[in-house]
């Protein structure tokens, strides 16, 4: 049951977050480094504190921390004293990388109230004035858990995201997700700002620039972003960002050695390798018509021992949760898989 | 004087300009190499001819190619012939390279009366059906000319695109527009493939697809159009994508280099390279408030000696052409230069 949600943090995410659950009747108690979000923050039925344990006396269900990645360690050394208190709430967070904040998470001795979550939502913008409850819609929340995760406090995360915020969920462990988030996210973001940092350095870039159109625009929007805060995410998922990036810098030395060559049948072969990915995106758009809550569903069992791994495979065939019917019948959305 | 212009090929792009330059009111007469679309194209107004005889009786002053270049040279052998009759009119085309199709032209004998043309127009569509007057709404032309490149000429290919289909130019050499091509559209079709088939490759990819959000979306984009058309593209500037493939993936593993090093200093260097493209983009929408019209605008004087240079020169500083008052008096619309 998740009556009452502390957000900590009403920047972009948080702030969205926030506004977000008031606006479908969830009690909202939030905490702000600075204080200026404040006044629009209450017009909008959002209940604003001055101290950390204020927000935890109002006794939240869940706390989410929305703070920067780099303030998390100092916000969980302020968080941990509080909580002896109030053991019975459960923290998640929405960082972009989960198997640092997780040993962020356990270094503050927290470990045990921890479930880590990460919705893949977001835009180039930043900061409370740019919070808009409709950045969730219809977004998708990976939720981290390990072998030790509490079932109950899984529970109370999935039903903030699902009930709370009207999302879909999938579950995996630290690692899959942030392999998987340097796949389609960390990996791509530097290859976006690859791409404007060998145009700036194009003899003629006020041509090339004139000449830019579609493809130009969408491949390079995420490097216009932030680049401190497009820096900080790469850096902090380095390990996995790095293997990709070598693995990409070999496809496209491999195409020019094609090229180079003429060999047509490899040119081809390359053209035809992400046909999966061309056939997937295919199927989807044909069975949901473009709208996720036309896919079609089914429940599935969670067993109480080795919950974490059926849950992550019913994600590896491409299902995602949307609802429970008891604590132990997930109600899952059938996607498409490759 | 552009009153008639003669367009070879309804598909996508020639078949959207064919429709475009009728609504503005031109005379279209229109030869396709099938007649599928002529009951519709009729309906809109334009001209269709059985022959490409027929279609040079109407006596175009204009003839756009918009065939796919791997039937330009036998259309050029086709059109040879039929244009010793008709030694007024001008060719053009809308490949999207320009030194391979100068080569051809040349060979079939017709380099003199020939201008290049590219539109930087185009969507993941193809086809008559998917013609759209839209298309070209705010396109911008790169215009290519040699030394030997007949000025009346250039001024009736420039009157096509400024006052028939409403559009700006860029007047560039072909080397020029083949490199900047393939480094805002060719060499990024590539990268968005690469990024496409790493994912199709990746074992948890239905975790790695689900998590997918707007990054992903945008930079995989045109790695869903069709493949044999994209891979045609890079083949026939196949010189130039191999040069910046290789530097693509030199900066990708120099990264990765960097972040296996830890080296700070070098990670803020790359995420700082690309700031005059994130100022350009600033200063651009901040100039035009979004509208390309809103521009400034002045006159610049054509030489009758070196006018090739003097337009290229002025492509360079970022402007572009959006008319004439006199054959010797362009009008050009100011670009923030990078």
Not at 177 to 195: F, R
Request: with cysteine; glycine share 6%.
């Amino acid at each position: 049951m998740v009556n009452t949600v502390g957000i900590i943090g009403l920047g972009l995410i948080g702030g969205s977050l926030a506004r977000r659950l008031a606006e479908r009747g969830i009690r909202v108690v939030a905490w702000n480094h600075r204080p200026h979000p404040y006044a629009q923050a209450e017009a909008d039925g959002i209940f604003c504190k001055s101290t950390l344990a204020e927000l935890m006396d109002a006794e939240p269900d869940v706390v989410v921390l929305c703070n920067p990645l780099k303030a998390m360690p100092a916000m969980l050394d302020s968080l941990a004293p509080l909580m002896v208190e109030h053991p019975r709430t459960t923290i998640t967070d929405v960082g972009s990388v989960k198997g640092m904040v997780r040993e962020q998470v356990e270094a503050a001795g927290l470990g045990e109230c921890y479930v880590g979550a990460h919705p893949m939502a977001g835009n180039e913008l930043s900061g409370w004035q740019a919070a808009d409850p409709h950045l969730y819609d219809d977004a998708l929340w990976a939720v981290t858990v390990d072998s030790a995760t509490n079932y109950q406090r899984f529970l109370d995360v999935a039903a903030l995201i699902t009930k709370g915020v009207g999302n879909r969920l999938i579950v995996l462990d630290d690692e899959t997700h942030d392999k998987a988030a340097a796949m389609i996210s960390h990996m791509p973001h530097v290859v976006s700002t690859a791409l404007i940092n060998e145009l700036s350095a194009y003899p003629d870039r006020n041509i090339a620039a004139a000449l830019a159109a579609g493809c130009w625009r969408d491949m390079t929007r995420v490097a216009l972003t932030d680049p401190n805060r497009t820096r900080a995410m790469v850096e902090e998922d380095a390990l996995n960002v790095e293997a990709l990036l070598r693995r990409m810098a070999k496809r496209l030395t491999d195409m020019a050695d094609q090229l180079h060559d003429g060999d047509e049948t490899d040119v081809i072969r390359f053209f035809a390798e992400g046909n999966p990915f061309r056939q997937y995106k295919s199927a989807l758009t044909h069975a949901s018509d473009g709208a996720a809550e036309s896919l079609p569903e089914r429940e599935l069992t969670v067993p109480e021992s080795g919950w974490q791994q059926t849950l992550l495979f019913s994600a590896r065939r491409g299902e995602a949760i949307i609802g429970f019917v008891n604590p132990r019948q997930a109600i899952i959305q059938l996607r498409p898989a490759m």
